[in-house]
């Protein structure tokens, strides 16, 4: 069995996730795609995340009709920061050695990538998978990080969180650029105000 793990604050999920997890899901041929949603970030500022259980839900509404997606809890659950190192462990050790786990990143997060705890350890034992994204460049990745990483061309999605919770604030419409569902739990809970 291939799981791909797509792990992230998703604050909040959007398309240009579940476009590059689908995509990775079916042009590498994985059998599902495992959705994390970060409880505790440790690189990240948590006054800026809302709370993970709103995420989490978004998370579920937003993959819900995908049988090949799935959303796990274990960041949530557990006390303390949020590391993949952690995470991938336990994962390694519910699934088995007969299934081949590979981390799902935006191609972009490898700048910062070796602030994150054990990552030297963490690309010994994980196969990352670093999808592209607009205007981004591959020499930006640090050249140590480039042989170890497998990029893989996703269609060109140009969509941030950041810039979601900027036109939510706005009063702009952020229809088409999360699924109707997250956009009605957003409004309904009156989220990124």
Known sequence: MKIGIMGGTFNPI???HLLSAEQVRDGLSYDKILFIPSARPPHK???????PEHRYQMT?????DNPYFEVSRIELDRVGPSYAIQTFKELQAFYGEGCELAWIMGAD???DFKIWKDFDELLDICHFIATTRPNY????????????IQFFSITAFDI???EIRERIRAGRSI???VPNAVAAYIERHQLYR
């Open 160 to 162: 941030s969180a950041t």
């Open 45 to 51: 500022d948590l006054r800026d995340i809302i709370h």
């Open 60 to 64: 579920c509404l937003a993959t819900a």
């Open 137 to 148: 460049r591959f020499d930006e990745v640090p050249p140590e990080l480039r042989n170890r």
């Open 109 to 111: 997060s490898l700048i």
């Open 14 to 16: 959007h398309y240009a």
């Open 175 to 177: 229809r088409y650029i």
